[in-house]
């Protein structure tokens, strides 16, 4: 099993920054990818960012520009820069890692941080 701890959530005025980390522990082999999704009330989980294994980087279009996803400099983690924040990017926000091979493999998820973007 693969757990996740994250951290850095909060509230920020629109225009302002925050960043994500998001730390692997446990069983880990091989993760494929680390990134983020977010999701607010009455809506489904959304794909932010990942980045995989090969340092690959993909982004959802409306963060393009504007969030920078990263390996953290321990192992097993990843950071999410978020700038220009916008009111419409409050939401949970929730680390997940793909592990690819073993008993341990498969999908893992954080228990979410909260952004808050104020106008």
């Known amino acids: 099993q693969v757990q996740l701890e994250e951290s850095g959530g909060g509230v920020v005025q629109a225009g302002g920054s925050l960043t994500l980390s998001c730390a692997a522990s446990g069983s880990i082999l091989s993760l494929n990818a680390m990134g983020w999704y977010r999701q607010t009330p009455g809506k489904e989980r959304e794909f932010v960012a990942h980045v995989l294994s090969g340092g690959v980087t993909n982004y959802a279009g409306s963060v393009k520009g504007r969030f920078t996803i990263s390996r953290g400099n321990a192992k097993n983690a990843v950071n999410l820069q978020m700038n220009n924040l916008k009111p419409e990017d409050t939401a949970v926000y929730y680390c997940?890692?793909?592990?690819?091979?073993?008993?341990?493999?498969?999908?893992?998820w954080g228990q979410g941080t909260q952004v808050t973007v104020s106008s």
């Open positions: 997940n890692v793909v592990q690819g091979g073993g008993s341990g493999a498969g999908s893992y």
